[in-house]
């Protein structure tokens, strides 16, 4: 609960011995930030009737609470196992060690934990803030692999150094006053990189408004909310769909994080509408198991394997705030993954009000149809089954930083068998995989649809002819390749052109797919499967390289527990390397995954029909 003048609230707070009440007012409850309520507050209630709390008590969660500080112990117990870096070692990348800083001050501060005032912990963490102070360039800033005295990833290191800092300010020990004097330092040299440096990315602004939100609060200076509310006159982007810019899942979490730091420190809570609502995006977004649908991202994660658990602090903090039960329900949902690392020790001391129990038990009905017509994608639940269409990657498809390029148009999953995606390639010009121009929903119908153009060229002009033949290198017309042939002036010819229809109808979670491929005729066309690693197929013919060939009829994709069924099959060719553009086999690249893959093939003019379900 911050304001503009950056003041924050104590954490540090009594052993639970040393409590006597049982009921306290939120400023109190504010103070008594740092988890020694484990154990002692099962049932006591905590007061709060001003600022965002929305519940006129609060609980605590101490079994979450007992959970976070052994974790954080044992996190510890490795550290010092470890030992400190080298400080003879120059390092490329400073968040690890930003996080150690982190994970120790929580320990060494923290009455309940068994590293409460250790001597050794604070050892570790004075060399440790000696290597971050000799990482630092004298503008503040420090590296982050590639990226050179980098002020936005210095600002992702200073989310970790800050909470530490947090932490420690009100510990008297002794042994810390050094340790404390060294990360003011490195804080406020940063500060001065917050200030005045540039950004790489629309997430960026916000990383580091946020870092300047977290220093302003330690040591308050309007230099940094005056840098503040140069970046928020920018506007914020968040479109109909509930997405920013960048429309990823890994940023998402990253910008949510950051408005909730500005909303609590800087008494901005307008900031949270904008984070509601791209939760609420995210919590169609995620599969039953935790899994996070990437596909539509502009950034690296649109082919990566991510979990909603980088979404936990912010799910949870709206939760408490909102009561929205299905924040409430992706609490519950995060907590009990596999990778819910129940590292937050620090993130809970410095904002308390995680801290509280979540009382709401959501009812969730796993049946629902949401259609995100800006970014063309579509999501499916209906029980166990869980269904994704897209449609909506950036024309041209270029393969760069930014932009949306993955090609997976459905993905189906039902319990445990998961169909990862379904592709589809032509061997039209070697232009690759299909790239729908949208998506457009009819009815119960949604239809992908594109068309990809091939060139040739007549001879150039007189006018524009050169004795030397050196013309200017120039992309072609059709944007497949670069020669010096002044495409420019050429007047295209002999245009072959290809049109790809896709319907898709869901009906109770079974689909019926319908592809129509027109165009020159003896073209490949490759539809692509691949499931989940480990899967068994029934029904399809096994070829080189694994690969599964749906000749006729249908196949089961079984796990065992649950099972896909698709067809029918065609397989007219077994062409399938190479389904990539030239973008790709170019420099010997692919973006083909691992998983079972299963292939129905044929040619132009190609219209089949099948259904998954």
């Known amino acids: 609960m911050g304001d503009n003048s950056g003041k924050q609230t104590v954490f540090i707070v009594k052993s639970v011995k040393e409590i006597s009440m049982n009921t306290f007012s939120r400023s109190e409850f504010l103070k008594l930030g740092s988890l020694s309520l484990l154990g002692a507050l099962v049932s006591d209630s905590v007061f709060a009737n001003d600022g965002f709390f929305s519940a006129a008590a609060v609980k605590i969660d101490t079994d979450l609470m007992k959970k976070l500080l052994l974790n954080n112990d044992a996190k510890v117990k490795v550290l010092l196992q470890k030992g400190p870096l080298d400080s003879g070692v120059r390092l490329s990348n400073f968040r690890s060690l930003a996080g150690a800083i982190a994970t120790m001050s929580a320990a060494v501060s923290h009455p309940e934990s068994q590293f409460y005032k250790s001597a050794e912990v604070a050892d570790y963490l004075n060399q440790s803030a000696a290597i971050l102070l000799k990482g630092q360039y004298p503008d503040g800033t420090v590296d982050a692999g590639g990226n050179r005295q980098s002020p936005p990833d210095t600002a992702f290191v200073l989310e970790s150094v800050c909470a530490a800092a947090t932490v420690l300010k009100e510990n008297k020990q002794k042994n810390l006053i050094d340790i404390t004097s060294k990360l003011k330092t490195f804080i406020q040299n940063a500060g001065e990189a917050m200030i005045t440096g540039g950004v790489h990315t629309p997430n960026h602004r916000w990383v580091v408004s946020a870092a300047l939100a977290n220093i302003n609060a330690l040591y308050p200076d309007v230099r940094y909310i005056n840098r503040i509310n140069q970046w928020l006159a920018e506007g914020i982007y968040l479109n109909q769909d509930g997405h920013y810019s960048e429309r990823s899942g890994v940023y998402s979490a990253v910008i949510d994080k950051a408005f909730i730091t500005m909303a609590r420190l800087l008494n901005k809570p307008e900031l949270l509408d904008i984070v509601q609502k791209n939760l609420t995006t995210y919590y169609y977004y995620t599969e039953p198991n935790g899994d996070l649908v990437t596909v539509d991202s502009k950034r690296q994660d649109q082919f990566m394997n991510i979990t909603v658990s980088k979404f936990y602090l912010q799910y949870r903090y709206m939760a408490i705030h909102t009561q929205n039960p299905k924040f409430a329900y992706m609490v519950n949902l995060i907590e009990n993954i596999p990778d819910f690392e129940q590292d937050a020790l620090v993130e809970f001391m410095t904002n308390p009000e995680l801290q509280q129990a979540i009382l709401l038990k959501p009812k969730i009905k796993n049946d629902f149809e949401e259609f995100f017509a800006v970014s063309n994608l579509a999501r499916i639940r209906r029980g166990n089954t869980s269904i994704t269409l897209f449609g909506g990657n950036d024309k041209p498809v270029l393969i760069v930083s930014g932009r949306s390029s993955n090609p997976n148009f459905l993905m189906y999953r039902k319990g445990d068998a998961i169909l990862k995606y379904m592709r589809m390639s032509s061997s039209f010009f070697r232009m690759g995989y299909f790239s729908s121009d949208g998506i457009e929903k009819v009815g119960n119908k949604y239809i992908l649809r594109e068309t990809k153009q091939g060139d040739y060229y007549q001879p150039l002009a007189p006018e524009f002819q050169k004795a030397d033949g050196d013309y200017q290198l120039s992309e072609s017309k059709d944007g497949r390749f670069w020669n010096k042939m002044d495409f420019e002036h050429r007047v295209a010819s002999n245009v072959k052109k290809q049109t790809t229809v896709i319907e898709i109808e869901e009906n109770n979670g079974s689909l019926n797919l319908d592809f129509k491929v027109d165009g020159p005729p003896n073209v490949e066309i490759t539809i692509e499967m691949c499931f989940k690693e480990g899967i068994q197929i029934e029904g399809a013919t096994l070829g080189e390289k694994g690969n599964y060939f ?28 190479n389904l990539d553009s030239e973008e790709y086999t170019y420099h ?26």
């Open 550 to 577: 749906l000749k006729s009829g249908f196949a089961k994709a079984n796990t065992g527990t649950e099972t896909i069924d698709i067809g029918p099959g065609l397989v007219e060719h077994q062409n399938v390397n």
């Open 588 to 613: 010997q690249g692919t973006l083909r995954t691992d998983g079972v893959h299963m292939y129905i093939t044929g040619f132009t003019p190609f219209h089949h029909k099948m259904t998954i379900g």
